[in-house]
């Protein structure tokens, strides 16, 4: 099955990439935009016998730097 | 007594190892080890481990995670545990933080742009045994090369990290808006500095000073004087 965990950082971290999109989309002449966050969606695909307490120690472990981002996870049905 | 005894670690896509191993060679003298990242071991009676920068695993992921979790550095955490001295420079700061060696997280730079020029430095800690050789107060001059040296970490960490005397050096001017202008900071027991700034880069004349040269020297003299 497919599984995606989403990467972002925490509320409060300073985001330079964000501030630096955000200037992006304002030049191209959007306005309205109040705050833009960059994150990282990463896809696995992973037997069903795979548990979440194993994908947590995936995510917490490695795929998100607990000092600065949170993780979401979210198993897509088939 | 022995000679003094250095493991320089590469990882794949480091690029300042031979640098650093040039440069512990030149002051500190004896035999620099220059170890894989794959090997499980390092060599024993080691003086110094030290993390080279550079852009290791293309950065993947984020900068120095995937390097954190290289065969190595188990050996690399399990003798920091023992009290074996360990400098990281820039990448290698990047895998202290990652491997939880060191608090904190290295970020994009605050103006987004690779930051590559020498760039002063006040020396805030003169006690350990890599910057006793450094005044205190003293303003020094060192060049970083890096993209990612945001350093950030929460408002408790950096307290406590002020008041236990952690805090190695500080910009002492705006680089890439790091807390409280922090270049390197130290683990709690002191034996473990990780550094944006590049020491090995400066330890001779032709390098345009030798600022860098007092941190190695500062290890060595060490060792002599135990």
Redesign the interface.
Same mark, same amino acid.
């Given at each position: 099955m497919k599984v995606r965990v989403y990467v972002s950082l925490k509320n409060g971290v300073l985001d330079p990439q964000g501030r630096a999109i955000h200037h992006a989309i304002e030049g191209l002449g959007h306005s309205g935009v109040q705050d833009v966050r960059a994150g990282k969606l990463i896809e696995l695909e992973v037997d069903d016998t795979v548990t979440d307490a194993a994908l947590n120690e995936m995510a917490s472990k490695l795929l998100a730097n607990m000092v600065i981002e949170n993780y979401r996870i979210e198993r897509v049905a088939a | 007594m022995k000679s003094f005894s250095a493991a320089v670690i590469t990882f794949p896509g480091s690029n300042c190892d031979r640098d650093m191993a040039v440069a512990i060679e030149d002051v500190c003298g004896g035999t620099v080890h220059r170890v894989w990242h794959r090997d499980a071991e390092l060599p024993a009676g080691l003086d110094l481990i030290a993390l080279p920068g550079g852009f290791s695993y293309g950065d993947y992921?984020?900068s120095g &995670?995937m390097a954190a979790?290289s065969p190595i550095m188990r050996a690399v955490v399990e003798a920091a545990g023992r009290g074996v001295a360990v400098l990281g420079v820039c990448n290698g700061f990047q895998v202290l933080?990652?491997a939880g060696l060191l608090? %904190? &997280?290295l970020?994009?730079? &605050? %103006?987004?742009r690779f930051v590559c020029r020498n760039v002063a430095l006040t020396v805030a800690n003169t006690q350990s045994q890599f910057t006793r050789g450094y005044l205190p107060g003293q303003r020094i001059t060192i060049p970083v090369a890096h993209h990612d040296g945001?350093y950030? &970490?929460d408002e408790a960490t950096l307290d406590r990290l002020e008041g236990e005397g952690r805090i190695a050096f500080r910009y002492a001017e705006p680089v890439n %808006?790091s807390a409280r202008d922090i270049a390197g900071v130290l683990s709690e027991k002191g034996n473990v500095l990780g550094m944006m700034p590049h020491p090995e880069r400066m330890i001779e004349a032709a390098h345009g000073g030798k600022d860098g040269r007092v941190l190695f020297d500062s290890v060595v003299r060490g060792l002599v004087g135990a």
């Open positions: - | 992921l984020r &995670a979790r933080t990652e608090p %904190g &997280a970020m994009r730079n &605050a %103006g987004i945001n950030q &970490a %808006g």
